[in-house]
């Protein structure tokens, strides 16, 4: 047990190394993790660490699905809810129809059964790969939105048709009949329970007496509820943790204090990339192992069959989400739609953003070894292999090639009235007029006679001239300006830091209220920093 620990340990300090070496190149983290855990697989104490199925499922899956519902604006979601559900579930099925017909047809033996539970394995796309890509470059919002939103329905509606598809290839039957009832069945009631669990931990966050370390751990259980609590009763549990997920997501501000909401998502976020970087390390690591596995298919062939599966995967993927911009315009005659000239630049790097990841690694490694009879699962260890090279080609061919589409094509935002910095500026004015109003309507008598109330008076009013000024001239009057405070601004406190760190080395001063200002001098850094001026950063 210490030498699995201790074993870990080296794999997450690798795990670091290797996002600093990406963070360095400028490329995705998932794509230099793979490629990493390949290389170390190769040498000789890595080369037998394996993917343990109920690490993944049981462990990493609740908490990285709940993440990503939890981040997702439901207002974008809402906005984009068209285009997501008909690729949540159509092109789940499409592309598990296409891979399991070429399948079947290219590798001798292969059922259309074992086709189905192929291509459920592998039809969803991972959002982390896409999103951590298009952070690299400028995106529109609602296109990040859009993929984020089409990844957390997919996962479950891909995971429905494995559900089915495995069933069928165990027992040897298949009635559509009674699929199509337990399929809305496994949906409304995976639905159904996160909602259910989710509304007694809003009750519990609300009505009970907890703290910040409570809230947050209560976070971190969550998932791990919904999520076994629907599997359970044989539902969907993806879906429970995000409807769950997204239904406490709309709530955070009612049921997390101030102080929860900010050391809750510093928790999570270093969590998730714990969770993510060890992922994609162990996809690579885990990928030789898998050949050896593969007992009387030749490597050749099975690489082939991956190959040309992967092939029809991407153009399946690109085939729907163009054919689906063709079938907006034509609705747009006859009905609202979200986008009713959705064009080609959008569907096209849609369509290439379809890197496959951690779901679709948990549903093959969740194939049964063994039938019910006893006897050797089917082709396992080649569904588990092509699963890997499907992956693999997908994260390194269309991640890499991603950015370079997204400047090619040079997509601009329709949907966005007002640019990002200057809905920034906006809402900082309004905050600063709002609270200047308030102060003026309700203490004005008490500016005279109170000076700390005076110099917050004399801030707002500085603040909205500010801000005026910001709106009304042009970007190069007042960039030069901004920058100079910011240097300086930032420079202050630095000396402000230094100062508190040689009080701090004194007999008379506590450190624990050094470090309360430290602290405080971290949140005013964070600020100046993140002011809605990012790309006027030169730091």
Same mark, same amino acid.
């Given at each position: 047990?210490?030498?699995?620990?201790?074993?870990?340990?080296?794999?997450?300090?690798?795990?670091?190394? &290797?996002?600093?070496?990406?963070?360095?190149?400028?490329?995705?983290?998932?794509?230099?993790?793979?490629?990493?855990?390949?290389?170390?697989?190769?040498?000789?104490?890595?080369?037998?660490?394996?993917?343990?199925?109920?690490?993944?499922?049981?462990?990493? &899956?609740?908490?990285?699905?709940?993440?990503?519902?939890?981040?997702?604006?439901?207002?974008?979601?809402?906005?984009?809810?068209?285009?997501?559900?008909?690729?949540?579930?159509?092109?789940?099925?499409?592309?598990?129809?296409?891979?399991?017909?070429?399948?079947?047809?290219?590798?001798?033996?292969?059922?259309?059964?074992?086709?189905?539970?192929?291509?459920?394995?592998?039809?969803?796309?991972?959002?982390?790969?896409?999103?951590?890509?298009?952070? *690299?470059?400028?995106?529109?919002?609602?296109?990040?939105?859009?993929?984020?939103?089409?990844?957390?329905?997919?996962?479950?509606?891909?995971?429905?048709?494995?559900?089915?598809?495995?069933?069928?290839?165990?027992?040897?039957?298949?009635?559509?009949?009674?699929?199509?009832? !337990?399929?809305?069945?496994?949906?409304?009631?995976?639905?159904?329970?996160?909602?259910?669990?989710?509304?007694?931990?809003?009750?519990?966050?609300?009505?009970?007496?907890?703290?910040?370390?409570?809230?947050?751990?209560?976070?971190?259980?969550?998932?791990?509820?919904?999520?076994?609590?629907?599997?359970?009763?044989?539902?969907?549990?993806?879906?429970?943790?995000?409807?769950?997920?997204?239904?406490?997501?709309?709530?955070?501000?009612?049921?997390?204090?101030?102080?929860?909401?900010?050391?809750?998502?510093?928790?999570? !976020?270093?969590?998730?990339?714990?969770?993510?970087?060890?992922?994609?390390?162990?996809?690579?690591?885990?990928?030789?192992?898998?050949?050896?596995?593969?007992?009387?298919?030749?490597?050749?062939?099975?690489?082939?069959?991956?190959?040309?599966?992967?092939?029809?995967?991407?153009?399946?993927?690109?085939?729907?989400?163009?054919?689906?911009?063709?079938?907006?315009?034509?609705?747009?005659?006859?009905?609202?739609?979200?986008?009713?000239?959705?064009?080609?630049?959008?569907?096209?790097?849609?369509?290439?953003?379809?890197?496959?990841?951690?779901?679709?690694?948990?549903?093959?490694?969740?194939?049964?070894?063994?039938? *019910?009879?006893?006897?050797?699962?089917?082709?396992?260890?080649?569904?588990?292999?092509?699963?890997?090279?499907?992956?693999?080609?997908?994260?390194?061919?269309?991640?890499?090639?991603?950015?370079?589409?997204?400047?090619?094509?040079?997509?601009?935002?329709?949907?966005?009235?007002?640019?990002?910095?200057?809905?920034?500026?906006?809402?900082?004015?309004?905050?600063?007029?709002?609270?200047?109003?308030?102060?003026?309507?309700?203490?004005?008598?008490?500016?005279?006679?109170?000076?700390?109330?005076?110099?917050?008076?004399?801030?707002?009013?500085?603040?909205?001239?500010?801000?005026?000024?910001?709106?009304?001239?042009?970007?190069?009057?007042? *960039?030069?300006?901004?920058?100079?405070?910011?240097?300086?601004?930032?420079?202050?406190?630095?000396?402000?830091?230094?100062?508190?760190?040689?009080?701090?080395?004194?007999?008379?001063?506590?450190?624990?209220?050094?470090?309360?200002?430290?602290?405080?001098?971290?949140?005013?850094?964070?600020?100046?920093? !993140?002011?809605?001026?990012?790309?006027?950063?030169?730091?």
């Amino acid at each position: 047990m210490q030498g699995i620990f201790i074993q870990y340990i080296y794999i997450i300090l690798i795990v670091l190394g &290797l996002v600093a070496i990406a963070n360095k190149l400028q490329l995705a983290y998932p794509i230099v993790l793979v490629l990493g855990g390949l290389a170390l697989s190769f040498i000789a104490p890595f080369s037998n660490i394996t993917i343990n199925r109920e690490l993944v499922f049981l462990v990493f &899956l609740p908490p990285l699905l709940y993440e990503a519902a939890w981040q997702v604006s439901w207002k974008e979601f809402w906005k984009w809810k068209g285009i997501i559900i008909s690729f949540a579930f159509p092109i789940v099925i499409l592309t598990s129809c296409a891979i399991a017909f070429v399948s079947s047809a290219l590798i001798p033996g292969f059922t259309l059964a074992l086709g189905f539970l192929l291509g459920g394995i592998i039809s969803p796309p991972d959002a982390v790969s896409a999103t951590t890509i298009m952070q *690299q470059v400028n995106v529109p919002k609602s296109l990040v939105s859009i993929i984020e939103g089409e990844s957390l329905l997919n996962d479950a509606s891909s995971l429905i048709v494995f559900r089915f598809a495995l069933a069928a290839v165990l027992t040897g039957q298949f009635h559509l009949q009674e699929a199509e009832v !337990n399929f809305i069945l496994v949906i409304l009631m995976g639905i159904s329970i996160g909602l259910f669990v989710g509304l007694i931990f809003y009750g519990i966050h609300r009505l009970l007496p907890t703290t910040s370390s409570i809230e947050i751990v209560l976070t971190l259980i969550t998932p791990y509820c919904m999520y076994y609590f629907a599997e359970h009763f044989h539902y969907s549990g993806v879906l429970a943790v995000v409807s769950g997920g997204l239904f406490l997501s709309s709530k955070r501000n009612s049921m997390l204090s101030y102080q929860s909401r900010i050391e809750g998502l510093n928790v999570w !976020n270093n969590l998730v990339f714990v969770f993510n970087g060890l992922i994609f390390l162990l996809i690579g690591l885990e990928l030789p192992f898998v050949i050896r596995q593969l007992g009387d298919i030749s490597l050749g062939s099975a690489i082939w069959y991956g190959l040309i599966i992967s092939l029809v995967l991407i153009v399946t993927r690109l085939l729907c989400t163009l054919g689906t911009s063709v079938l907006m315009r034509f609705m747009s005659r006859f009905i609202a739609v979200s986008d009713p000239n959705p064009g080609w630049r959008g569907p096209l790097i849609f369509g290439w953003a379809g890197m496959r990841g951690v779901v679709s690694l948990a549903s093959a490694l969740s194939v049964p070894i063994l039938t *019910q009879e006893g006897q050797p699962f089917p082709y396992r260890n080649l569904i588990l292999f092509i699963t890997f090279i499907v992956i693999l080609v997908t994260l390194v061919f269309q991640g890499l090639t991603l950015p370079l589409l997204i400047r090619k094509v040079k997509l601009k935002d329709r949907f966005t009235i007002i640019p990002e910095q200057k809905q920034e500026i906006i809402i900082q004015k309004k905050l600063a007029l709002a609270s200047l109003r308030f102060l003026e309507e309700k203490y004005s008598q008490e500016r005279s006679r109170n000076e700390y109330l005076d110099n917050l008076f004399s801030k707002l009013e500085i603040e909205l001239r500010f801000f005026n000024r910001q709106l009304e001239e042009s970007d190069f009057a007042w *960039q030069n300006s901004l920058k100079g405070y910011r240097s300086i601004y930032l420079e202050m406190l630095e000396r402000r830091r230094d100062l508190l760190n040689k009080m701090n080395r004194r007999a008379e001063f506590d450190e624990e209220l050094i470090r309360k200002y430290l602290s405080l001098i971290d949140v005013e850094e964070f600020r100046t920093r !993140n002011n809605g001026l990012q790309e006027l950063d030169t730091d």
